[in-house]
């Protein structure tokens, strides 16, 4: 684990020009509301520091690690399968993709890309204060870094749909405690076109469903 100073994550935090993207965030991101534990600490920010101020990176990787996803990758999601999803999840929206920042995770240990969705439509929020034009983020266990000259990269596994910027997708998933931003233990489909990816994490040519019909079955008295 790091062992941070928070007067200096304060001041890294303020470091001016880190975002390309006034909507992309490119700073820390904590483990809880009271901001004493980084969850994940951008690429730009790692360099800034000393290296001995991250002993987890001091080792420098052989190559990229090959990362075997963990989801559970069901055969197929129905609109009814989607209602239930839905509901046993705080957050469904859709959105385009518009930036990824990837830095280093305290949480997984390990190369992670934040990718960052501007909302279109939402579909479920039980907070009821998500809207058009917010924000959200979520994280893929993934990424390519440079910190002090050393590589650290996770590869994700083959055939894996990673969104690209300029991406619509669907995200459902839960609102993490410390940041009402980031969204996890979340499924993400690719949407094109009114038509939504039938499977979580596979690009729609692999069969889709209409968006109108998730519409349906969730319901907006569900929001």
């Avoid at 239930?84 to 390990?110: C, F, P």
């Amino acid at each position: 684990m790091f062992r941070w100073c928070i007067a200096a994550l304060l001041l890294m935090c303020s470091v001016p020009g880190l975002a390309s993207d006034a909507n992309v965030t490119r700073e820390i991101l904590w483990l809880d509301p009271d901001h004493t534990q980084p969850m994940f600490v951008p690429e730009e920010i790692l360099n800034e520091r000393s290296g001995n101020d991250f002993p987890q990176l001091q080792r420098a990787a052989t190559g990229c690690q090959a990362l075997k996803i963990w989801r559970e990758d069901p055969l197929s999601y129905t609109p009814a399968d989607f209602k239930a999803i839905a509901e046993s999840n705080d957050l469904a929206v859709t959105g385009k993709v518009i930036g990824q920042v990837t830095g280093w995770s305290t949480y997984e240990g390990h190369v992670v890309t934040m990718i960052h969705v501007r909302v279109t439509e939402v579909l479920r929020d039980v907070n009821g204060d998500m809207k058009p034009g917010d924000v959200a983020i979520f994280r893929e266990l993934h990424g390519d870094i440079t910190v002090h000259g050393v590589r650290h990269c996770v590869s994700p596994q083959s055939g894996y749909y990673t969104p690209a910027d300029g991406d619509e997708v669907l995200l459902v998933g839960n609102r993490w405690e410390g940041d009402a931003r980031v969204v996890v233990s979340h499924f993400v489909y690719s949407v094109s076109g009114g038509q939504v990816a039938q499977r979580a994490f596979t690009p729609i040519s692999h069969g889709a469903v209409t968006l109108e019909s998730m519409r349906t079955r969730i319901g907006r008295d569900t929001q």
